[in-house]
């Protein structure tokens, strides 16, 4: 039945005995499909009462029968604003729900904030979401009546009622004619409320340096947390801590208390799942009372496994209004439930705020001596130590140990101590049967000449890494000395090669491991005279850089002569300490193989003068280019 939708049954609400233990709602809305959300939502709990014009509003709030509004800014012709901030001027108890878009929320956010504005509904909305909008509301109003009973909410009585009533109708039918041009001029001359905080706004003759000055300012300014240096929370704490008997810094702290506790209740209704995780967080740091939060923690659990479709027996409906000990013991019975579903789950420790271990705390600090509390708390002792077990015989160490941790204070000192001494075995055994393992695998490596190829996978690394672990290892030594061995003799064979580079780092990689003996050595030894010489074959300067002592001409070839055969020889040779001439190699020639030896012939009886480097006699290796021609009698030359 629709009170507004009939004048006798409007009558008959106006006539409702306010004592009356139903709640009603009243909804101010031209949208059909909410008003039958709502009412699919609210069933046969709560009488709703539908009207669809501003001055009906007006009669029910002023004749006292009703305390929660629901209104739909679709429906109104003015500034929401403006109309909300009539309404709690003239109800300050009203416990007002708006429903609209993004968009209307944004311009709402300060009265959202401050509570002026209870709750705020996105629309469309599914029955769901509108059920925990509806008991919400009445939570806050329950709670409102049991803190003034005899308060009913009406703005004044007699005469002055009616003149109110008038007076609502009155504005009401001229914002609804007027609609933009009433907005406009209400808009400019009514300031919106402002936030309702405890304490009024500093004054700028307060030093800002003053602590309850800066927290005011904060929470008018709903600055809850942050920033860091300048929020309510912590500046109203650090009142508190100098001074604790600061009636302002304790009402100012439950306020923000509240608001935090507002922000996150907002959040999970709205299904803001992560944004009302993190808000109840903060509200718990913030100091709410554990009952509350974990009420509100049990929420969001039964909201997460509805939106991802768990299985998880449900916890009991917790958003049925109750009061002092009932609630408390409905909350109670509640976390247990989904302590018990976690433990059975094997949910112990790893979810922050939805495992058996953060359900059985705050049963715990709600009722720590309960014989139900008590036995939740053995259950999860036991399952705890259970699971550390099974994560040793895993060998999944850091999550046995995880476990103990989170059993020590919850189990008893003996099991918690025994787990950890079980936990400290199973990791040396572990360490032991990995040593061996190692070892085996290196020695297995040797036999395969995998010793430093591939990088992580090679006798060397297997090695290596249990001389890191254990450089005592029994086996280990030998095991090194065979890989030593096998790296020398891998040096000598690319030395023999004259492959130098390899040689070197054979014998680097032997150096490495810590392998030292005769052979490395004299191979070291023997690779160090071989670079050198290499380097000094390389080191060649021009003949004609040097000091020629004595030639002798080279014997022109009598074939060569014959054919009237020209050419030139070129020749690298070595100037001894003495100046003698030696080693002389071929170099170039042309044409090749005709005057070749004719030119070592001579250049072997050559002198030079001793290169000195330092003030002493050295060798030094050179080259030359001796040419064979007809014109002349063939002489020796420089290089070409």
Same mark, same amino acid.
């Given at each position: 039945m629709l009170p507004s939708d009939d004048q006798d049954d409007e009558r008959d609400l106006l006539n409702y005995s306010f004592a009356s233990e139903i709640v009603e709602l009243v909804v101010f809305s031209i949208d059909e499909a909410f008003l039958q959300t709502l009412r699919?939502? +609210?069933g046969t709990a709560r009488r709703i009462w539908h009207v669809p014009s501003a001055d009906k509003v007006c009669d029910l709030l002023l004749a006292g029968q009703v305390g929660i509004l629901v209104l739909d800014v679709q429906a109104l012709a003015e500034d929401v604003g403006v109309f909300v901030g009539q309404l709690k001027r003239q109800f300050p108890d009203l416990v007002l729900v708006v429903a609209g878009n993004r968009e209307t929320e944004n311009l709402l956010a300060n009265l959202i904030s401050a509570g002026t504005v209870y709750r705020f509904i996105h629309k469309p909305m599914s029955p769901g979401r509108a059920k925990l909008f509806a008991d919400a509301a009445v939570r806050k109003y329950l709670e409102q009546r049991k803190r003034a009973p005899a308060a009913p909410l009406k703005a004044s009585a007699g005469a002055g009622a009616d003149n109110n009533r008038l007076l609502w109708r009155i504005t009401a039918a001229a914002l609804l004619v007027l609609a933009g041009v009433a907005a406009a001029v209400l808009y400019h001359r009514t300031p919106l409320p402002d936030l309702p905080a405890r304490a009024p706004a500093p004054d700028n003759s307060v030093p800002e340096s003053s602590l309850p000055a800066r927290a005011e300012a904060a929470?008018?300014?709903?600055?809850l947390t942050a920033p860091s240096d300048d929020n309510a929370l912590d500046l109203y704490q650090q009142a508190l801590a100098r001074n604790p008997a600061d009636a302002a810094a304790r009402a100012g702290l439950a306020e923000v208390q509240e608001r935090l506790w507002t922000k996150a209740e907002n959040a999970l209704l709205e299904e803001r799942l992560d944004e009302a995780a993190a808000a109840i967080d903060t509200a718990r #740091?913030?100091? +709410?009372?554990?009952?509350?939060?974990a009420l509100l923690t049990a929420r969001l659990t039964k909201s997460r496994d509805r939106l991802r479709g768990a299985a998880r027996p449900r916890p009991p409906d917790d958003t049925r209004p109750e009061s002092g000990a009932d609630?408390?013991?409905? *909350?109670?019975?509640?976390?247990?439930?989904?302590?018990? *579903?976690?433990? #059975?789950?094997?949910?112990?420790?790893?979810?922050?705020?939805?495992?058996a271990r953060f359900y059985v705390r705050e049963v715990l600090r709600m009722d720590p001596a309960g014989n139900a509390v008590q036995a939740a708390r053995q259950s999860l002792a036991a399952a705890l130590l259970a699971g550390a077990r099974a994560d040793l015989e895993r060998h999944d160490f850091e999550h046995a140990a995880?476990?103990?941790?989170?059993?020590?204070?919850i189990g008893s000192a003996a099991n918690v101590e025994s787990g950890r001494q079980l /936990?400290?075995? %199973?990791?040396?055994? %572990?360490? +032991?049967?990995?040593w061996d393992q190692l070892l085996k695998t290196g020695r297995d490596r040797l036999q395969q000449d995998r010793l430093v190829e591939p990088a992580t996978d090679s006798a060397e690394y297997?090695?290596? *890494?249990?001389?890191?672990?254990?450089?005592?290892?029994a086996g280990l030594a030998s095991a090194l000395q065979d890989l030593g061995q096998r790296l020398v003799a891998n040096a000598r064979h690319t030395l023999d090669l004259k492959q130098y580079d390899a040689a070197h780092n054979w014998l680097a990689e032997a150096a490495a491991v810590g392998y030292s003996s005769a052979e490395a050595g004299a191979v070291s030894r023997e690779l160090e005279a071989a670079v050198n010489q290499q380097k000094f074959l390389t080191n060649i300067v021009d003949a004609n850089d040097l000091? /020629? +002592?004595k030639t002798v001409k080279p014997v022109y070839p009598v074939r060569a002569l014959a054919k009237q055969t020209e050419g030139w020889v070129e020749l690298d040779f070595t100037v001894t300490e003495s100046g003698e001439v030696r080693d002389i190699a071929v170099h170039a020639a042309n044409p090749p193989g005709v005057f070749d030896s004719a030119a070592v012939n001579a250049l072997a009886q050559w002198r030079y003068k001793p290169v000195l480097k330092d003030a002493k006699p050295t060798a030094q290796r050179s080259r030359i280019r001796i040419r064979f021609t007809l014109a002349a009698p063939p002489a020796s030359g420089g290089r070409a």
């Open positions: 699919e939502a +609210v929470l008018a300014a709903n600055r #740091k913030a100091g +709410v009372d554990s009952g509350r939060i609630a408390g013991r409905h *909350t109670e019975l509640m976390l247990l439930g989904l302590a018990e *579903t976690r433990i #059975k789950e094997g949910d112990l420790i790893d979810s922050d705020n939805d495992s995880r476990l103990l941790d989170a059993a020590d204070g /936990l400290a075995a %199973a990791r040396r055994q %572990a360490e +032991v049967d990995s297997y090695l290596m *890494t249990l001389r890191g672990m254990n450089p005592g290892y000091q /020629l +002592v």
